[in-house]
């Protein structure tokens, strides 16, 4: 039976929590990163709390191993005195919407190889895709993943604008969108490129500008210069 | 027993001519459009060629009912002196990939209502997601593809040139591509936003940009602007 303590209840420590729960082997525990003056000892400690707080909550763990679940934080801002880790999941957490973990890339870091493996075992008893990932290429994920998720989603956001003030119902795009995202798992994403922009076809473009707002049209045109620059 | 006739022989023309093939009810010939002497009659003939050459066919052919397949090409651009209409399918067909028309919203327009309900029943033999759509709002629908297709795809371009530069697989995102596509079938894109953008996390930002060269640092300030104006 491997022991773990969850400090933080927000998405990310809710639906691991849940997790562990109906996991084999694993006997989890969770609290709230606001009581930390008994936190229980446990085989590892995971500190699912924002990254601004990682630092200072860690300081204050006196268990002998303690891993944060953040992506853009590096396993040496752990502040406590025991071995360290990172337990990052590349996924986006909703409140209301269940996480199926075995779709889920872990992206794992430890300071040696006996605590790696530990990580890598924790990881398997929910999940199936686990990435060995230093903190200079976790970093790297989650900047990418900034484009394909936060940048893409924008994307979405201006999409349905424009269907919205053109009366058009948004759903009329999803088929397109889901084949977009699907596309890119067999395809490079520069061979699935289609569009006016990679044809400079500028009579489209042109015509698209005209029926976009200022604002609109300012992304449309670096988006679409960035496309032929093959940025 | 319906019989059409498809003009072009590019992606759009040879998936449609093969669902047409599978359909019941439906008798239908394909021919190229550089042959246009000895265009066989037809109750409906679909000219699915490039933007630019849709008037010059549609000028050569004297059945009685033409229709174009182009997101961006408005119906009275068709130059046949019989009825007109749009049989636009809004999906990014590829050479080598099958297409589901199950799942493909057909945008459907035409002169008349007996037109219109004659490409319904068409496109109700392959499909099932019929949309009456008029010139305009197809044109707002096509820009707003290529936000949600194109733009969003160069979002993947970007996010795979980080991976590649710093040695972690791209397959890596994939789980996190796929749940912000799906995300947005039922919750708005502007509720689905997530990341230091819209939390204006200025330490994590100026950590990314850190990382990027000076083409991504300029997408990236761009975007990142235009969600925190909600753009």
């Known amino acids: 039976m491997i022991s773990v303590v969850i400090i933080g209840k ?6 691991l929590y849940k997790a562990f729960l109906n996991a084999d082997g694993i006997g989890v525990t969770q609290i709230n990163s ?4 008994n936190v229980p000892i446990a085989d590892v400690t995971i500190i699912a709390v924002s990254d601004d707080a990682i630092a200072e909550v860690s300081s204050k763990v006196k ?3 303690v891993v944060h679940t953040s992506g853009s934080v590096s396993m040496i801002s752990l502040k406590n005195k025991t071995d360290r880790g990172v337990f990052y999941m590349l996924q986006t957490f909703s409140k209301n919407k269940e996480v199926d973990f075995s779709e889920v890339p872990f992206c794992l870091e430890a300071e040696n190889n006996e605590k790696y493996l530990f990580l890598e075992k924790l990881a398997k008893s929910i999940g ?18 900034v484009f394909v998720n936060n940048f893409t989603n924008h994307m979405y956001k201006m999409g349905n604008d424009i269907c919205i003030e053109h009366q058009v119902p948004f759903e009329i795009l999803q088929p397109l969108i889901e084949e977009t995202a699907i596309k890119v798992k067999t395809l490079l994403p520069e061979k699935a490129q289609t569009g006016p922009a990679i044809r400079n076809d500028k009579k489209t473009i042109k015509n698209h500008l005209d029926l976009l707002n200022n604002k609109q049209k300012e992304i449309y045109t670096i988006i679409t210069k960035s496309i032929q620059n093959g940025d």
Chains 1, 2 share one sequence.
């Open 34 to 37: 606001r009581n930390l003056e």
């Open 63 to 65: 268990n002998s191993f």
């Open 128 to 145: 199936n895709n686990v990435y060995q990932i230093d903190s200079k290429q976790r970093k790297a994920i989650h900047v990418a993943a």
């Open 10 to 15: 927000g998405n990310v420590g809710i639906h």
